[in-house]
């Protein structure tokens, strides 16, 4: 099997949906291998920063038309009505929502560069091995 996708592992660290049988896939994979392993692990604890993070702890407050637009891509409506501001449930879920996509970024970016390096390392052992760029 190959790794686990980095969008599989983020439902798998949020835990909102029913386990199926392609989480039970992956959780056994996971259980054999390392990497993911430690990016499940990464995730896992992002997700439960995110879970207790408060308000004060963004730096500023973004503008209103930033959660308006998190909340009406969120409930996949095309043009959802003007929302109050400020509900602290819908904001501490767009709080989810941006520090889950940070995760995904920063789980696709360590796999890029871990990729990277192994294809360096390969390069280097096959010194007349033109190897990718
Ligand atoms: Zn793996």
Redesign the pocket.
């Known amino acids: 099997m190959n790794?686990?996708d980095p969008s599989h592992l983020v439902e798998l660290a949020l835990g909102n949906t029913p386990r199926t049988a392609a989480d039970t896939e992956a959780l056994h994979?996971i259980a054999h291998?390392a990497?993911?392993r430690d990016d499940l692990h990464t995730m896992t604890r992002v997700v439960e920063a995110a879970r207790t993070a408060e308000l004060i702890d963004l730096p500023t407050t973004p503008p209103a038309r930033v959660w308006h637009r998190i909340t009406r891509d969120l409930s996949g409506e095309p043009t959802a009505p003007e929302r109050p501001r400020h509900t602290p449930d819908r904001r501490k879920r767009a709080l989810l929502a941006l520090l889950t996509l940070a995760t995904a970024a920063a789980v696709t970016a360590a796999h890029c560069s871990r990729h990277r390096r192994a294809r360096q390392q390969a390069a280097a052992r096959l010194p007349g091995d033109p190897g990718c760029s």
């Open positions: 790794h686990v994979h291998c990497r993911c």
